[in-house]
């Protein structure tokens, strides 16, 4: 019998089919990936560096999303807030991996790559190195958070007879649609804000 014309596994299969458990449940494991791949569970091991590798992959997939020319821009502000923009959206459409990848330490070279160019951005517009991480931080907290935001219901809180909360429901009616989006904003104004506020004072 020939060789099959397509690899039953490479790297590429491995990742897309990680990200589809992932985008399904939240997780993924490697005996289920070679099961959808139908390949055995050592041959996927013999493509990546266990879970963690596919980890990793899926946070370089997921990273592709993001767009890195934006940091390149003039002046740093707009430049991070485009990056912020990219970001969002990057991980907005696979929320479900947003807990996976944050709660694992970053090895992917690209997304490596990305950290490396916005914190020479703040350096280089004059930042003071101890306040450039935490800026970084809240930024991609921010950001995160809102990703998962997009991906909740719209009405995220069931008003009841039971617990009177009249002005709550005031305020629900008022904000309409784009709730996520509008809260979007005021973090990422009050983020930038901060950050020029702290430049302005010597970095």
């Known amino acids: 019998m020939g060789r099959p014309r397509t690899p039953l596994l490479d790297r590429e299969r491995i990742t897309t089919t990680a990200l589809r458990l992932v985008d399904e449940r939240g997780d993924f494991s490697v005996p289920e990936i070679a099961r959808r791949l139908g390949a055995q569970t050592g041959s996927v091991y013999h493509h990546v560096d266990g879970r963690d590798g596919i980890v990793e992959l899926l946070r370089e997939r ?3 999303g993001l767009d890195a020319a934006a940091l390149e821009l003039t002046p740093w502000d707009r430049a991070l807030e485009e990056w912020a923009r990219s970001y969002r ?3 907005a459409a696979h929320p479900r ?3 996976l990848l944050m709660t694992s330490p970053v090895r992917a070279p690209r997304v490596l790559e990305q950290y490396e160019r916005a914190v020479t951005l703040l350096l280089d517009a004059g930042f003071a190195t101890d306040t450039v991480m935490p800026l970084v931080i809240a930024l ?3 950001v995160l958070g809102s990703a ?3 991906a909740a219901p719209e009405a995220m809180w069931e008003l009841s007879d039971r617990t009177p909360t009249p002005r709550l429901a005031e ?3 008022a904000v309409g649609e784009g ?3 509008r809260a979007f904003e005021v973090g990422l104004a009050a983020v930038l804000g901060h950050a020029r506020g702290v ?4 970095g």
């Open 199 to 202: 430049l302005a004072a010597g």
């Open 62 to 64: 997921v990273a592709v």
């Open 171 to 173: 305020v629900l009616a």
């Open 179 to 181: 709730r996520a989006d």
């Open 148 to 150: 998962l935001d997009l």
């Open 140 to 142: 991609e907290n921010l």
């Open 97 to 99: 991996a947003i807990p």
């Open 89 to 91: 959206a990057a991980f």
